[in-house]
């Protein structure tokens, strides 16, 4: 059984950068078809996808955060981790980690089958 | 980015009721559409992919139709555990979007 288990420091002051780590057990993050995804969602607002980084290492990152956004991965502990520079109020969300997944007729990412529970990150002074 | 509107934000309803959620599209994304199902403080469950195709153990009472810009999500006789709120998500261009989700309430 496929657990994501996100984790992180907790609160962030305005210009800091937001590092969050996603822990996974019962699968690789090697593993062909994976794409390990960062979504949030701030208060009231819709889910927003951050992006990936596959399981061949490749990232993609959503362009509105493109600037301030790295996904990166520790495969001896299968691990992938957020950074998020520059941070403000408006970065302030539940975070969550997700394994994202083809489905048929699709060869790329389009769905996420396996979520974490989510990690609330406040940025505040 | 292609926008998605769910309507309604949220509704009431009854044990054994229909339940029906609409999704928009804001340009045609033919029925590359899925649903998921969040219960409070609990991650998202994926229901439906290809705005029809139910993930394997999800309840034959959910089901999908639509193409296009114009999708539904229906729950056929409610359950007290359908007390969620459901989310429907693009994946015809990137970047993936979701909607803003319906809350239902029994």
């Known amino acids: 059984q496929v657990q994501l288990q996100e984790s992180g420091p907790g609160p962030v002051r305005p210009s800091q950068t937001l590092s969050l780590t996603c822990t996974v057990s019962g699968a690789s993050i090697s593993s062909g078809d994976s794409y390990w995804s960062w979504i949030r969602q701030p208060p009231g607002k819709d889910l927003e996808w951050i992006g990936y980084i596959s399981y061949s290492g490749n990232t993609y990152y959503t362009a509105s955060l493109r600037s301030r956004v790295t996904i990166s991965r520790d495969t001896s502990n299968n691990q992938f981790s957020l950074r998020l520079s520059s941070v403000s109020a408006a970065d302030t969300a539940v975070y969550y980690c997700?394994?994202?997944?083809?489905?048929?007729?699709?060869?790329?990412?389009?769905?996420?089958?396996?979520w974490g529970h989510g990690t609330t990150v406040i940025v505040s002074p | 980015d292609i926008q998605m509107t769910q309507s309604p934000s949220s509704l009431s309803a009854s044990v054994g009721d229909r339940v029906t959620i609409t999704c928009q599209a804001s340009q045609d994304i033919s029925n590359y559409l899925n649903w998921y199902q969040q219960k409070p403080g609990k991650a998202p469950k994926f229901l439906i992919y290809g705005a029809s195709k139910l993930q394997t153990g999800v309840p034959s009472r959910f089901s999908g139709s639509g193409s296009g810009t114009h999708f539904t999500f229906t729950i056929s006789s409610l359950q007290p555990e359908d007390f969620a709120t459901y989310y429907c998500?693009?994946?015809?261009?990137?970047?993936?979007?979701f909607g803003g989700g319906t809350k239902v309430e029994i």
């Open positions: 997700a394994r994202g997944i083809p489905v048929f007729g699709v060869v790329i990412i389009a769905a996420f089958d396996i």
């Open positions: 998500q693009q994946y015809d261009i990137f970047p993936l979007t």
